[in-house]
């Protein structure tokens, strides 16, 4: 995997989802990587795509704002391209419990159409999904691996497990060139901050930059892995740039496990401002909540060399600078 980041000059890369926080960060580092980098997003309000984060590519990157429900757009956009990093996705767990047709929609449906697409128009190119440890559901045992049994607890968790499932069958079915990179809590510059319903971390960040009062459900005694979004994309382009990856799954996981109230004042503390209080929990968040979860990353350890490397201290240090200075495009 020494030569991974070199693999990336002059391909050609379409990234799903790609004004979002995951696919813009992803860009970012493409571009430094020489690659030929096509963003689509859909900009559908509250799904965190935004065209401020892709500030200072915007000339070295094509953006198609368009949706992979439309099987017209995937079947146009796929032919030509070598690697597909398939972000675009609807990841409110919330949402997905008061909206389940349009997470079937976007986490399903549209993942058959970016699939036949490629089947039909690209079957060389390689495609790396965006799972979730979500779809483990309440561990058995800690941390998951690979092997722990799927039994998500919310219609979110079904719907990307279904969408990881169609790129593992497509793989045995049809040869096509998938895997898949179940994330966990992934943090930093870029993420959605103008609600809380696509995780804690962002809205914890933004209450502290604000100066509120960081709310934290039942005990705060929840252990979590959290890994920087810098590490992600690392993983990502090691997974696009290597066949032992093909066909496999992978967890990704934090450096070690916090408790979220710890979580929480170790932001306030970084942030300078803010205030911690324990709250009791809203029921429907009580009844989709997993408890303690972390992930065992040995296995793309062992494979393709990843682990993730940026501490945690650091990481948030980095991203309350980031939105000191930017927040304006964001809140």
């Not at 039994?151 to 990307?160: E, M």
């Not at 696009?240 to 070690?256: P, R």
């Not at 909540?289 to 940026?310: C, H, M, N």
């Amino acid at each position: 995997m020494d030569d991974y980041l070199a693999f990336y000059a002059h391909k050609r890369v379409l990234i799903t989802g790609g004004l979002g926080f995951i696919g813009s960060n992803l860009a970012h580092r493409l571009v430094e990587l020489g690659a030929e980098v096509l963003l689509v997003d859909s900009l559908v309000p509250d799904y965190g795509g935004n065209r401020f984060n892709i500030q200072g590519i915007e000339d070295r990157v094509r953006v198609n704002i368009a949706d992979v429900r439309d099987p017209h757009a995937m079947n146009a956009l796929v032919p030509g391209q070598d690697i597909i990093f398939n972000l675009a996705g609807q990841v409110s767990h919330l949402d997905s419990m008061s909206d389940p047709f349009t997470d079937l929609e976007i986490n399903v449906r549209s993942q058959l159409f970016i699939l036949e697409a490629c089947r039909h128009h690209n079957p060389e190119a390689t495609i790396v999904y965006a799972g979730t440890r979500q779809q483990y559901g309440r561990p058995q045992y800690l941390p998951l691996d690979e092997e722990h049994r799927n039994r998500p607890l919310d219609v979110n968790g079904v719907n990307k497990m279904a969408g990881e499932w169609y790129h593992l069958v497509y793989h045995t079915a049809y040869g096509l060139r998938t895997c898949s990179l179940r994330l966990t809590n992934t943090y930093g510059p870029r993420q959605l901050m103008k609600h809380s319903r696509q995780g804690f971390i962002a809205w914890f960040i933004r209450m502290a930059v604000e100066g509120k009062e960081i709310q934290v459900y039942g005990d705060g005694q929840q252990r979590r892995d959290l890994t920087f979004v810098e590490d992600v994309v690392d993983a990502f382009l090691r997974a696009g740039a290597s066949e032992q990856a093909i066909g496999q799954v992978f967890n990704l996981g934090g450096l070690e496990p916090i408790r979220l109230l710890d979580l929480a004042h170790l932001i306030v503390e970084v942030a300078g401002r803010g205030s911690v209080r324990l709250v009791p929990w809203p029921p429907q968040r009580q009844r989709i909540d997993v408890g303690d979860v972390f992930s065992s990353y040995a296995k793309i350890e062992q494979t393709l060399g990843w682990r993730p490397r940026v501490p945690l201290r650091e990481g948030l240090t980095r991203t309350i600078a980031y939105y000191r200075k930017h927040w304006h495009h964001y809140w």
